[in-house]
């Protein structure tokens, strides 16, 4: 059994001076960076919208940023742009070393619904590859979830 690290939405977008900045997130760059070379496989996701994704405050008439709404009946809170596909706040920060990272999963993919998990939407409608690839490499997903706990 291997174990397997999963990296989740490392992106520009979500690191400081992105679109959805978490706070001081470039602090974990350096210590992701060194816990890449303890695991055997290392898996990546990214947030990854299409323009007109329904999460974005911009993309509703006389809604802002932090309102809710129903999506495809779902609560969703309503976000700034982020992420969008190919472009750069939708990159990997670029002083994460990618070298270890064996695949790269994309969630967040269809507008109709978001996707906070590296798994499946929110309305586990759709899933990503990415327990597919852990099954398919063998590895431990007891060994993530205490990693993560
Ligand atoms: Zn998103």
Redesign the pocket.
């Known amino acids: 059994m291997k174990n397997a690290l999963i990296l989740v939405d490392i992106q520009n977008d979500f690191c400081e001076g992105g679109a959805l900045a978490v706070p001081q997130a470039n602090q974990i760059l350096p210590i992701v960076n060194d816990l890449l070379t303890q695991f055997d496989l290392v898996f990546a996701t990214l947030?990854w919208?299409p323009h007109n994704h329904g999460?974005f405050a911009a993309n509703h008439e006389k809604k802002r940023i932090g309102d809710r709404i129903i999506l495809n009946g779902l609560d969703q809170i309503l976000?700034p742009k982020?992420?969008v596909q190919n472009t750069s706040g939708a990159k990997l920060h670029a002083q994460l070393n990618r070298r270890k990272i064996k695949h790269f999963v994309h969630k967040?993919t269809d507008k109709n619904v978001?996707s906070y998990s590296g798994f499946f939407d929110n309305g586990r409608i759709h899933s990503t590859n990415l327990e597919h690839l852990l099954k398919k490499h063998a590895a431990c997903l007891l060994a993530w979830h205490s990693i993560i706990a």
Request: proline share 0%.
């Open positions: 947030d919208h999460s976000w982020h992420c967040g978001d």
